[in-house]
Each structure stands twice: as structure tokens, then as C-alpha cells.
């Protein structure tokens, strides 16, 4: 187990929309139209225990984002863009969802894009941040603004990023599946509830045709890989009780709102 102190089951997800970002659907998708943009949301969640939660993906850095040169610098290219509600939407719903930040236990990162880590600036001197190695190499050598990586929200002093090599249980009834392709060290999450499985594909798969294709996102570091993983969150999918919910897809039930799941 990588995160001390939770115990129990997961009792909830609580399904975060952090912002929204225009994308070319042949970046979602392979064969997808590169003249026809996606309006996506951002999205996160918190995995609830009785005592603890776990929050898996952190949104943009909605102190970058309104800041017009740094703005300018990470957001602004080639008809990408990005959107935030009014507020701190991280801070705003994790208030709604009535989760207390004390009580956190980890965050872990599916990927080091910086439409998931942005709110890695509110855990400086907090708990774990759990990342695969293989993503956390690239993220700190070779990634850039090109690749749509920006350091400053990850090489933050006073976080304690801890390094996963592969497939791992974070917490009791939580464990990651490798789902590198998108990202040299990209990884999705199960989360067990009571009578079924979610999987959060996160961007393995953005929009729920990549799961029922299956067909992989069109924009990946190694497509060969991405191929692999999505042909298995397809067939993780046709498992009895389990659904595999996309990433960014604006038109996927669970992103329509932020709200808990199953609901009360
Ligand atoms: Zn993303």
C-alpha cells in the first residue's frame, strides 16, 4: 500500500469539471477531424473513505491562467486555450463536496499534462504525490511547452512526489493500470465501490468512442502503446459491473457536473 492511513473502502467518487479546453477532435481521436474542435472538460476526481480521500488529477494552475504573461506563455498557442469557471474551481468544489483538505492522503497524477497539474500548487508541504517514474523522467527531461508539460507546477519545492514503477494499490480498493502511449508514464485508476468498478481512463481515452471503438487517442508520445492500452480499457469495459469513463469527453454523463457518484 503507498498511502498510509486509509482504511475501509472507497465509499464514493466525487467527479470534479475544473475548467474546459478547445481540442481538436484528431488529437482525441485517431482519424478524427483536425479542423472540427472538441470543447472538453478538465476533469478529476476524489476517490472518499470514511476518514480520508484521495484526489486523482488537479486541473490547470488557475493562478497561470489568469495571469496574462504566464498565460500568454503556457496556454495561448495554435487555437489552444484555457477556460476556468469563476473562483478556485479545485478549492470550490472540494468545499461543495464538504471534503476537508486535512484529511487528504495523496494525489495521484495520471499524467503530467498541465490540464492535470495545477493544483499541485496547493499541496506544497502536504501529502504524497504519486507519479510513475517513467512519466516523472520525461516530465523533468526531455518535456516542454510543446509537449504540453509546464515545470513549474510539478517541480515545486516542499512536494513530496514519490515514484510508482507500474501497476500499484494506493489505497485499499484504489490501484493504477498502465496505460503509458499518451504519455511515456501515463497511468488510469480503478477504483472498487460497492457493486462496481469505475475506471478513470483519464487521457488514455478522452471521449468514450476511444473506449467503445476501441480507438486510440490521435496524438501520443508512442501510438503503438496507446493502441495497446485502449484495446484493454475496451475490454475492461465489457466486464460485468465495470464502466470505464473517459477523460475529457463533454458529452459523458459523469462530466455534464460536478457531483457524487453513486449518488446519495
Ligand atoms: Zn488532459
Same mark, same amino acid.
Do not use: K
Given at each position: 500500500?503507498?498511502?498510509?492511513?486509509?482504511?475501509?473502502?472507497?465509499?464514493?467518487?466525487?467527479?470534479?469539471?475544473?475548467?474546459?479546453?478547445?481540442?481538436?477532435?484528431?488529437?482525441?481521436?485517431?482519424?478524427?477531424?483536425?479542423?472540427?474542435?472538441?470543447?472538453?472538460?478538465?476533469?478529476?476526481?476524489?476517490?472518499?473513505?470514511?476518514?480520508?480521500?484521495?484526489?486523482?488529477?488537479?486541473?490547470?494552475?488557475?493562478?497561470?491562467?489568469?495571469?496574462?504573461?504566464?498565460?500568454?506563455?503556457?496556454?495561448?498557442?495554435?487555437?489552444?486555450?484555457?477556460?476556468?469557471?469563476?473562483?478556485?474551481?479545485?478549492? *470550490?468544489?472540494?468545499?461543495?463536496? #464538504? +471534503? /476537508?483538505? =486535512?484529511? $487528504?492522503? @495523496?494525489?495521484?497524477?495520471?499524467?503530467?499534462? !498541465?490540464?492535470?497539474?495545477?493544483?499541485?500548487?496547493?499541496?506544497?508541504?502536504?501529502?504524497?504525490?504519486?507519479?510513475?517514474?517513467?512519466?516523472?523522467?520525461?516530465?523533468?527531461?526531455?518535456?516542454?511547452?510543446?509537449?504540453?508539460?509546464?515545470? *513549474?507546477?510539478?517541480?515545486?519545492? #516542499? +512536494? /513530496?512526489? =514519490?515514484? $510508482?514503477? @507500474?501497476?500499484?494499490?494506493?489505497?485499499?480498493? !484504489?490501484?493504477?493500470?498502465?496505460?503509458?502511449?499518451?504519455?511515456?508514464?501515463?497511468?488510469?485508476?480503478?477504483?472498487?465501490?460497492?457493486?462496481?468498478?469505475?475506471?478513470?481512463?483519464?487521457?488514455?481515452?478522452?471521449?468514450?468512442?476511444?473506449?467503445?471503438?476501441?480507438?486510440?487517442? #490521435?496524438?501520443?508520445?508512442?501510438?503503438?502503446?496507446?493502441?495497446?492500452?485502449?484495446?484493454?480499457?475496451?475490454?475492461?469495459?465489457?466486464?460485468?459491473?465495470?464502466?470505464?469513463?473517459?477523460?475529457?469527453?463533454?458529452?459523458?454523463?459523469?462530466?455534464?457536473?460536478?457531483?457524487?457518484?453513486?449518488?446519495?
Amino acid at each position: 500500500m503507498t498511502l498510509p492511513g486509509v482504511t475501509g473502502t472507497p465509499r464514493a467518487l466525487y467527479r470534479f469539471v475544473l475548467g474546459y479546453e478547445p481540442i481538436r477532435e484528431s488529437v482525441s481521436i485517431e482519424g478524427g477531424d483536425p479542423a472540427r474542435f472538441l470543447l472538453e472538460p478538465v476533469t478529476a476526481a476524489a476517490v472518499c473513505y470514511d476518514d480520508a480521500w484521495v484526489l486523482l488529477d488537479s486541473g490547470f494552475d488557475t493562478d497561470a491562467v489568469r495571469d496574462p504573461a504566464r498565460r500568454a506563455a503556457r496556454y495561448n498557442y495554435d487555437s489552444y486555450t484555457a477556460l476556468l469557471p469563476p473562483g478556485d474551481p479545485l478549492v *470550490d468544489q472540494v468545499r461543495a463536496a #464538504g +471534503l /476537508d483538505w =486535512r484529511r $487528504l492522503s @495523496g494525489c495521484a497524477l495520471s499524467h503530467l499534462h !498541465l490540464d492535470h497539474t495545477g493544483g499541485l500548487r496547493l499541496l506544497e508541504g502536504g501529502p504524497p504525490v504519486l507519479v510513475q517514474r517513467a512519466e516523472w523522467e520525461f516530465a523533468t527531461t526531455e518535456a516542454d511547452a510543446r509537449h504540453v508539460y509546464a515545470r *513549474d507546477d510539478y517541480l515545486r519545492p #516542499g +512536494l /513530496d512526489v =514519490r515514484l $510508482l514503477d @507500474g501497476e500499484t494499490e494506493l489505497a485499499p480498493g !484504489l490501484s493504477t493500470l498502465d496505460t503509458r502511449g499518451r504519455t511515456p508514464g501515463h497511468q488510469s485508476f480503478r477504483i472498487g465501490l460497492a457493486g462496481r468498478t469505475v475506471v478513470l481512463a483519464c487521457d488514455a481515452a478522452d471521449l468514450r468512442a476511444n473506449i467503445t471503438g476501441p480507438r486510440a487517442c #490521435g496524438w501520443a508520445t508512442d501510438p503503438v502503446a496507446a493502441r495497446v492500452a485502449i484495446r484493454r480499457l475496451h475490454e475492461l469495459d465489457r466486464q460485468p459491473a465495470t464502466e470505464v469513463w473517459p477523460g475529457h469527453d463533454p458529452d459523458w454523463w459523469a462530466w455534464q457536473e460536478p457531483g457524487l457518484y453513486p449518488a446519495r
